[in-house]
């Protein structure tokens, strides 16, 4: 099994930055990919970035050249380093894992763009 602990959310004006992590309980190369996907109330969820385990990144087309996914293998950590925010961002975000062909999901984020 793996847990995994998000921090980082909070609220933040229009074009603002913000850096999700999360931490895993086991070392992250073991895990096939990790990444962030993100859900509102009655809304579908959407995928915001993955990284595989060799360190390729993949991002949704609406925050492409904006957020960016980085992991840091001697922390069991995946970042999510989150630039030119947008009120459409405000989101709960989670931390996703696929390991040992099982996904497992963190408890959220909640990220908010606001005046």
């Known amino acids: 099994q793996v847990q995994l602990v998000e921090s980082g959310g909070g609220l933040v004006q229009p074009g603002g930055s913000l850096r999700l992590s999360c931490a895993a309980s086991l070392n992250i190369l073991s895990i096939s990919a990790m990444g962030w996907y993100r859900q509102a109330p009655g809304k579908q969820r959407e995928l915001v970035a993955t990284?595989?385990?060799?360190?390729?990144?993949n991002y949704a087309d609406s925050v492409k050249g904006r957020f960016t996914i980085s992991t840091d293998n001697a922390k069991n950590t995946v970042y999510l380093q989150m630039n030119s925010l947008k009120p459409e961002d405000t989101d709960v975000y989670c931390c996703?894992?696929?390991?040992?062909?099982?996904?497992?999901w963190g408890q959220g984020t909640q990220v908010t763009i606001s005046t």
């Open positions: 990284i595989s385990s060799h360190g390729t990144p």
């Open positions: 996703y894992a696929h390991y040992m062909w099982q996904d497992y």
